[in-house]
């Protein structure tokens, strides 16, 4: 039997008598996600009423930083965990990672397809993924070293005896651990202030006659 836009020969028919209600089919199925439909409003040709999504399995948009690209691949597992579900873990793949990179923050979007068959993730969810990736090696310092002036961060590493030098830092991102990832302005085997670097930031100033 052929419909006209998800409409049968019998809900076209059923249209030439006047009443209250419409029947309408959706032309997938689903869950709608979006309801935009107020009794009494007037409605337009191409006005959208209803959307709809299925959430099994739910896509997870998620931002990643430029440096970790070379290390992320369609089709590599993730773990992904929420605010609203504590303690659980939702494993999923990187169906799609998008070509653009954002040059404000360095990062691109990446779409996860993550099995819901309880429909416990909702659209608009917040969550945050991990990838699994193969180990690498990376230059981390813990994040109390760090001191941001103006529109940088900074660090303090020992340059002989009893002499300190402030070195401009370029970081990548913080982990859940407290170290920031470090692209540039150390070296591994440099010794850096780990404590009280405020302290330290501040008797530089007065030392160079700046305020902080």
Known sequence: MDADLGALPDDIDALRAPSPTIWMRAPISGIVVKNQAVRGTA?????QLYQLGTLDPIWITADLYEIDLARVRVGQ?????????????FRGTIARISPNVDPTTHTLQV???????DLRLKPQ????????????????VPRE???????????FVA????RLERRAVAISAWTEEGY?????????????VDAESLQV????????????
């Open 43 to 47: 409605i337009n040709p191409g006005d």
């Open 77 to 89: 597992g993730l773990e992904a965990t929420t605010p609203a579900f504590p303690g659980a873990v």
């Open 111 to 117: 779409r996860c397809a993550v099995p819901n068959p």
């Open 125 to 140: 969810m917040l969550a945050s993924i991990e990838v699994i990736t193969s180990t690498g090696d990376v230059l981390v």
């Open 145 to 155: 070293a760090l001191v941001f002036d103006t529109d940088k961060y900074y660090a």
């Open 159 to 162: 340059a002989g005896t009893d």
């Open 180 to 192: 920031a990832r470090v692209l540039s302005g150390l070296q591994p085997g440099d010794r850096v």
């Open 201 to 212: 930031d501040a008797l530089w100033h007065q030392a160079h006659g700046e305020s902080s």
